[in-house]
């Protein structure tokens, strides 16, 4: 009996070291893939302005996560780094098996925001705005964190106090105007012909106007600062 007794012993503390065993070899196991999933997003996201928050949830018991000596990491098609998405993870090697690790992202950055009202046509000045920080996952899309995008540009519609200014919200000064006298002018090798016109449109630095010379042909240049309308050759 006593015998009896040693031997049962025995395999109880062998089955509880092979448990044992098996929940570190699956600990082990989840380690390694959450280290797999933290450095791809880490390193696809490395491009993002400000401090980027990486929350990867935990792993569901349910899913096999046998050892792999070979993980590769991907985001499955149609899937983007941003709020939340899951990144896969692919084993290839002779276990070969695939799972989806939820994932969560937040982009902390210094956003500008209109510090007062600005109207649509407004010139903006650095006394209207104010940088804030705030996650641009949870705000517009194409929110500045750049005041100088910012500064000197005209609004295009209507800032209310406190509101994130967005790209399309803004366009460059207009250096001709609708109506305008411009000078038309072409200069090439060993040639420079200038000559009056009507500007047809408003148009910013570098943008394509057209322009009603004297003879009543409309000619396509480029806006310069001072008027000026440059025909390219």
């Given amino acids: 009996p006593d015998m009896y007794k040693k031997i049962l012993l025995i395999k109880i503390i062998c089955s509880l070291f092979l448990s044992m065993a098996a929940v570190a070899g699956e600990d082990s196991s989840a380690k ?58 692919r084993c290839q090697d002779e276990t070969s098996w695939t799972l989806y690790v939820p994932v969560e992202i937040e982009v902390i950055a210094s956003v500008v925001h209109a510090a007062q009202p600005i109207n649509r046509g407004e010139v903006i000045t650095a006394q209207d705005i104010v940088s804030k920080e705030a996650n641009l996952v949870r705000i517009p899309n194409q929110a500045i964190t750049d005041p100088a995008q910012v500064i000197g540009q005209v609004a295009t519609t209507f800032l209310a106090s406190g509101q994130p200014i967005r790209a399309h919200q803004l366009r460059a000064p207009h250096v001709i105007s609708r109506g305008q006298k411009v000078q038309l002018t072409a200069s090439g090798a060993g040639f420079y012909v200038s000559t009056e016109g009507e ?5 910013a630095e570098g943008e394509v106007v057209q322009v009603r010379n004297p003879a009543g042909r409309i000619i396509s240049g480029i806006a310069r600062q001072g008027g000026i309308v440059e025909i390219r050759q």
Wanted: hydrophobic share 45%; with cysteine; proline share 8%.
């Fill in 32 to 89: 390694t893939i959450f280290k797999t999933v933290d450095d791809f997003v880490r390193a696809e996201t490395r491009h993002l302005p400000g401090k980027v928050i990486i929350r990867i949830n935990q792993l569901d018991s349910r899913q096999a996560m046998r050892p792999c000596s070979q993980l590769q990491p991907f985001l499955p098609p149609g899937g983007r780094l941003w709020g939340k998405f899951s990144v896969g993870v």
């Fill in 199 to 203: 500007a047809l449109a408003a148009a």
